[in-house]
């Protein structure tokens, strides 16, 4: 039974930092591309990042280019996301996802794309 599980979620003042967490259980990690994306309320999903199989290739909304950074370490079947220069805006549920990928470079960012989801760690920022 795959398993993906958030963390690292809480509040946090406009400028600050977090580091979220993603750990996944029953699969073959390495096999799997890994994504962020996050919900609003009233909001629809929305993509935030994304990282290959491989680790080398990232993909990241406009919004948070340059502020976010996301990471994985296949020993530890994490993926990561770090937050830096959070603004209120950045406030949302956020949520990993995988999907298994036989291209080790591929990023996705489709939600429809990815097979499994954890359950989310809210995320707000005070201003």
């Known amino acids: 039974q795959v398993q993906l599980v958030e963390s690292g979620g809480g509040l946090v003042q406009a400028g600050g930092s977090l580091r979220l967490s993603c750990a996944a259980s029953g699969l073959t990690f390495s096999s799997y591309a890994l994504g962020w994306f996050r919900q609003a309320p009233g909001k629809e999903r929305e993509f935030v990042a994304t990282i290959s199989r491989s680790g080398t290739s990232t993909l990241y909304a406009d919004s948070v280019k340059g502020r976010f950074t996301i990471s994985r370490d296949n020993a530890k079947n994490t993926v990561y996301l770090q937050m830096n220069s959070l603004k209120p805006e950045d406030r949302a549920v956020y949520y990993c996802?995988?999907?298994?990928?036989?291209?080790?470079?591929?990023?996705?960012?489709?939600?429809?794309?990815?097979?499994?989801w954890g359950q989310g760690t809210q995320v707000t920022v005070s201003s």
């Open positions: 996802a995988a999907r298994l990928l036989g291209n080790y470079n591929q990023v996705p960012q489709r939600p429809s794309e990815f097979s499994y």
